[in-house]
């Protein structure tokens, strides 16, 4: 007897998620894969309306979800045409003419208490020139466009970074798709026309297709994109925006062909009234300017992407808006909204995927029965809450950290208020260096230490604790050897299109 017909069980067996990009596959893959038996999990994409379409670099924590659900990576990056990312390259965000790394990882190992960075500001004081950058093993092989699986020993410098992936868009949800359908995912094409909700609990109960079809659920995940056709268009969950701190509202997006340099990471260059990202895949380079609205027109924006392409464009340039924030409640009644129906925090460090596989974690650690316990739903959006606004501060701080002033966006930016939470942060780095960390944070401090460094945001004064140690000659020493130790390790690593080549070539 399946479980629905036992006399008073509680259980969810209907999962219905809307929407089918990377966010309805993702939570599609996962529930198929960790709920096996006994719940009918169904999705509804329409092809006419079509997904988002970009989001194609990820952070370190992917591999995890992959790890989980057991897929192969040579089998995923042949079939998405992947390539491997150690961190991002952050071109002309402090200044014009700088540049600095955002490694995945750690710089250096760890000798004594005092942390590594210290000993290098302590260098730098001394008259050390070895830039920050050279103590991350991620940026000593990135910078040679070579690549590697990091060792095992934990004692190898080449144990300290870790790494993602940059992949195609659609080949990816088409990936998942088929991993879910494999696995009893029930796919219907078809548009979303209307929702019908239950007067008294408020619930969503149906949602009626527009050639008539009705799909029932016990719980509803929204997939839907910017659109959040159920938390927003049925519940009127309500939205925070961001603007004031992340004035970027549009993009603009172009595939285009191979230049020189496979290089094994993204790069962000800073522009007039935004960035460009430059993504490289097996088979093209993908390629957006993020501008706000407010400082640029769409066509300056489509002609500076056009002119700054690695090679030749395949395809017309697509425009794209967004308004970031987040949604007041990422799970209202029994509606659970996933991906950019939740929110969205422009694509700076790549985290909206990662942030489409916390939703999943959370899911699936709260997952509810048919009496939807409040406190559960609480926790649940206080966790998410939480989560995505440390994320939110750490993209600010590279706004705010600039010393541009070449342009109105940039002096808006460097003028502007920032939240008490990033606040309390930059000046604790500012003081002393130090790294201060609380509630959750996604990016660790290595992370915050590449973009307070690499934006100038330097302490003015070493840690207390140094004053007990051998003296700057020592920590110089140190860290000359570390770099060397960085580049000799980097120079065994075969490059990056040696190793696709060998493992993963599409
Ligand atoms: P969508 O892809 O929009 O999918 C929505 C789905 O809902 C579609 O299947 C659509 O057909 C369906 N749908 C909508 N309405 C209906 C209806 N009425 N009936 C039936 N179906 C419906 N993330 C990263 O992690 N890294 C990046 O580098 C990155 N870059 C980005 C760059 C830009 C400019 C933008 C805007 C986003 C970027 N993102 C990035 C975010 C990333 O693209 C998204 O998080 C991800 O693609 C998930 O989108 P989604 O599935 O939530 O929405």
Redesign the pocket.
């Known amino acids: 007897m399946a479980g629905s017909e036992k006399a008073g069980d509680r259980s969810i067996r209907r999962v219905l998620i ?8 993702m939570t599609a893959a996962a529930l198929a894969h960790a709920l096996p038996r006994g719940c009918a999990i169904s999705l ?16 370190p924590p992917i591999k995890l979800f992959n790890d989980t659900l057991g897929i192969a990576e040579d089998e995923f990056m042949k079939a998405t045409k992947g390539s491997f990312k150690l961190g991002i390259e952050f071109v002309d965000w402090a200044k014009i003419g700088h540049r600095y790394f955002h490694p995945f990882g750690e710089y250096g190992k760890p000798f004594d208490l005092v942390p590594v960075h210290q000993h290098w500001l302590a260098a730098r004081a001394a008259g050390c020139s070895v830039p920050l950058d050279d103590l991350a093993m991620a940026w000593g092989a990135a910078s040679r466009d070579r690549f590697a699986k990091p060792l095992a020993d934990p004692r190898s410098i080449g144990s300290t970074f870790s790494y993602a992936y940059h992949f195609d ?1 659609g080949l990816y ?1 088409k990936f998942l798709r088929s991993y879910a359908e494999a696995r009893g995912v029930v796919r219907h094409e ?4 209307s929702t019908a909700i239950d007067g008294a609990s408020g619930h969503v109960t149906s949602v009626t ?1 527009d050639d008539g079809r009705v799909l029932e659920g016990d719980l509803f995940i929204d ?5 959040g ?1 159920l938390i927003e268009g049925a519940l009127k969950t309500g939205y925070d925006e961001w603007t004031r701190w992340l004035p970027c509202d549009r ?1 603009v ?1 172009v595939p285009c062909e191979h230049g020189a340099g496979f290089t094994p990471y ?1 790069r962000s260059t800073a522009r007039e009234a935004g960035w460009q ?1 430059r ?1 490289p895949l097996q088979h093209r380079v993908g390629n ?1 300017y ?1 501008y706000s609205s407010a400082h640029l027109g769409d066509q300056e924006a489509a002609d500076t992407l056009l002119a700054n392409l690695d090679g030749k464009p395949l395809a017309d340039p697509r425009g ?1 808006r ?1 308004v970031t924030g987040r949604r007041k409640l990422f799970w209202n009644a029994n509606v659970i909204a ?4 939740s929110g ?1 925090i ?2 700076l460090e ?7 596989q916390a939703g999943i974690s959370k899911l699936l650690a709260f997952f509810p029965t048919l009496d939807f316990d409040p406190a559960v739903r609480d926790e649940y959006n206080r966790v998410a809450i939480t989560e995505v606004e440390r994320i939110r501060d750490f993209v600010i701080l590279h706004y705010k950290l600039t010393q541009r002033d070449d342009s109105a966006l940039w002096r808006d930016c460097a003028a502007m208020d920032i939240p008490d939470t990033l606040a309390w942060k930059i000046g604790h780095f500012r003081r002393d260096g130090k790294l201060l960390s609380r509630d959750m944070d996604l990016f660790g401090s290595p992370s915050w230490l590449a973009v307070h460094v690499g934006q100038f945001n330097l302490p003015e004064r070493l840690d207390p604790l140094l004053d007990y140690g051998d003296g700057a000659a020592k920590s110089r020493t140190f860290v000359e050897q570390l770099a060397a130790a960085v580049a000799r390790a980097a120079e065994t690593m075969p490059t990056h299109a040696d190793y696709i080549a060998h493992h993963c070539a599409a």
């Open positions: 809307v929407g089918g990009g990377s966010a309805g596959w509804i994409e329409s092809e006419e309306i079509g997904t988002v379409g970009v989001g194609e670099a990820t952070i868009a949800a078809g548009k979303v026309a297709l997939c839907s994109g910017f659109r056709l993009a997006a993204t990202w993504i957006g993020v794209l967004f996933i991906g950019l129906s969205f422009e694509p790549s985290t909206s995927l990662h942030l489409i």
